[in-house]
């Protein structure tokens, strides 16, 4: 990551050359002012200070200038830097959704994704650029000092070492563990503060919130304390390299003394040689500011490479080196006909993730889980309605997850006539679609919450979907597609989020579709009028695949299975 956040050369390049003239501009501004003043001192004719002072304002206008580009154009290649890892982040992550990201804090991977990802762009604008400007600068001053007095070129050298190295020890011993804990607090506050929103109402009805905002109190006055030690430590090394400063520039004097003494130096180089340390040591206190960079950025890093595991576990499906075709649509129809499912001896488990961090649910994170499909065979007709039921545990999410493709399987697992492990994922997930249990709804309009499953529908096509769902009325009422329905769908009632979402599984046009626990959010006098609603808007051109652990009427479905824990072998009742 670290690597990376570097960016290429030739972005970088003209960062560092434009610092390099930055840093040349201050040294030569106080050696040009400090000969111009000592030798206007000694009242030459004019003509002799032109070249001086036009110096002067070519070094002190050039400072400015240079600095700002140097910014602009290192800020420039960090952004455009960060967009690429933030990019390469995000399709690391695509693989592993959503189950290989099931235990991941959300509130953390957001802090890994935003805050830990920004902390990246200080690679190149605090370490790499300044580091290397930085040398070339002392190098040069040092190499000039050298050349009018190299006694004093020796003494500025050795208390610049000392200085930096005195600097950089100070910030080792106050802020070491305060920079490393930096990045890792911040993602453990923004974990609490989202998971204390997000479960705001739960707590506030068990009269839990107080603890909650305890623990977020905690975190941020930890946080706090650790930002402070940063702080003191980076004004403590800026102390140092003034003081540095001072003596560097002491020291001058006291070599270039004797020279002036001799005769061998006049009184402006004597000036030049006493004041130039000042300039030198203010280029070089970016050489500790970089140190103590370098120690959040690494963490910053290590965070994000963390987020993602290298390796995609065993139990999250990939795209096959060679993926066959999937059925193609007929000629009277830009669909897919609805194909069968034909499951056999299928077994399957949720990922296995550990961490110190991980907050999972169920069997994820656990290892050594078992199998929660174990030896599963089921066929579904093309068209068929199909109820799955059994008790929580018994392996009816998961299997809504297998049939996805969300999650790797044992077995034999065909639509039609393809083995879906031989398919690409997407392609499986263009034929089969998964209308959840609690489904995610976007802080947007009615508009927008529909359109992203077809984003060519016209407004005439999305209110025509609505009203097949029995949302006209309701959305009308709201103010059409104009209608906020709020951050996951606060807006709206669980009956009418599952609505929204078969809309939008009727917008995708999925020949089979996958219903996990349609009424887990809706009343139990309200839930078969909604189950009637939901699998009438279906139509019986698609497969339909019907989840619940409380059934539904007889007449709704065409057959009925249940899941058993332990072992999956399907009980049927019959139609």
């Known amino acids: 990551m670290l690597r990376q956040a570097v960016p290429p050369v030739r972005r970088l390049l003209p960062s560092v050359l434009l610092g390099v003239a930055a840093g040349l501009s201050s040294v030569l501004l106080l050696a040009s002012s400090a000969w111009l003043i000592a030798r206007a001192a000694e009242q030459p004719p004019v003509l002799y200070l032109s070249v001086a002072v036009v110096g002067v304002r070519a070094f002190a206008l050039g400072r400015a200038v240079f600095r700002y580009l140097e910014r602009l154009a290192g800020h420039d290649a960090a952004f455009r830097q960060l967009a690429t890892i933030r990019a390469g982040v995000f399709e690391r992550l695509l693989p592993l959704a959503p189950d290989g990201l ?7 991977l957001l802090a890994r994704f935003v805050g830990d990802v920004d902390e990246l762009q200080n690679v190149s604008l605090r370490i790499v650029q300044p580091v290397v400007s930085a040398a070339v600068v002392l190098v040069a001053a040092i190499a000039g000092l050298a050349w009018l007095a190299p006694a004093s070129a020796l003494a500025v050298g050795g208390c610049l070492a000392v200085g930096i190295a005195a600097a950089i020890l100070a910030q080792q011993v106050i802020a070491a563990r305060a920079d490393r804990r930096l990045a890792p607090l911040r993602g453990e506050l923004q974990a609490a503060v989202v998971e204390h929103v997000q ?3 739960v707590l506030v009805a068990f009269d839990a919130a107080a603890a909650g905002r305890a623990r977020i109190r905690r975190l941020g006055l930890r946080l706090e304390r650790a930002t402070r030690l940063r702080a003191s430590a980076v004004g403590i090394a800026a102390a140092a390299m003034s003081a540095v400063g001072g003596f560097a520039a002491a020291a001058s004097l006291s070599a270039a003394e004797p020279l002036l003494a001799g005769g061998r130096i006049d009184g402006p180089t004597f000036a030049v040689l006493c004041l130039v340390p000042l300039a030198i040591a203010e280029v070089a206190s970016a050489l500790p500011i970089a140190v103590g960079s370098l120690r959040v950025v690494r963490a910053s890093a290590e965070r994000v490479a963390n987020a993602v595991p290298e390796e995609i576990p065993a139990e999250v499906p990939t795209t096959p080196a060679e993926p066959v075709a999937l059925l193609a649509p007929t000629s009277t129809s830009t669909r897919v006909p609805a194909p069968a499912l034909r499951l056999r001896g299928v077994r399957a488990r949720w990922p296995e993730v550990g961490g110190a961090d991980a907050t999972a649910a169920g069997d994820v ?6 199998a929660a499909l174990d030896a599963l065979d089921l066929d579904v007709a093309p068209g068929e309605r199909l109820l799955v039921e059994g008790e929580s545990g018994a392996g009816k999410t998961t299997l809504a997850h297998v049939l996805v493709r969300f999650l790797e399987y044992k077995g034999s697992y065909r639509l039609g006539d393809a083995e879906v ?3 690409d994922p997407r392609d499986v997930r263009r034929v089969v679609g998964l209308v959840e249990q609690r489904p995610w709804l976007f802080d947007e309009d009615l508009r927008q919450n529909l359109a992203f499953a077809r984003d060519t529908a016209s407004d005439e096509e999305l209110l025509a979907v609505l009203d097949r769902v029995g949302l006209a ?11 906020p329905v709020g951050e996951r769908g606060a807006l709206v009632s669980g009956g009418q989020a599952q609505r929204i979402a078969l809309a939008r599984a009727m917008l995708a046009d999925f020949p089979v579709l ?4 349609p009424t887990a959010s809706v009343d139990a006098d309200r839930a078969d009028a909604l189950l009637r609603d939901l699998l009438e808007a279906a139509g019986r051109d698609r497969t339909v695949v019907l989840i619940s652990h ?3 009427p007889h007449e709704l479905v065409d057959r009925a299975v249940t899941l058993r824990p332990g072992t999956n072998a399907p ?3 019959g139609s």
């Open 571 to 573: 009980v049927q009742p």
């Open 365 to 370: 994170g656990r290892t050594g889980a078992p």
């Open 514 to 517: 996958v219903l996990d626990e």
């Open 199 to 201: 479960a705001l109402e």
């Open 421 to 423: 492990r031989d398919l």
């Open 473 to 483: 009325e309701w959305a009308a009422e709201r103010g059409g597609l104009d209608a």
């Open 102 to 108: 099931a235990s991941s804090r959300r509130g953390d």
């Open 550 to 552: 409380t059934g539904a």
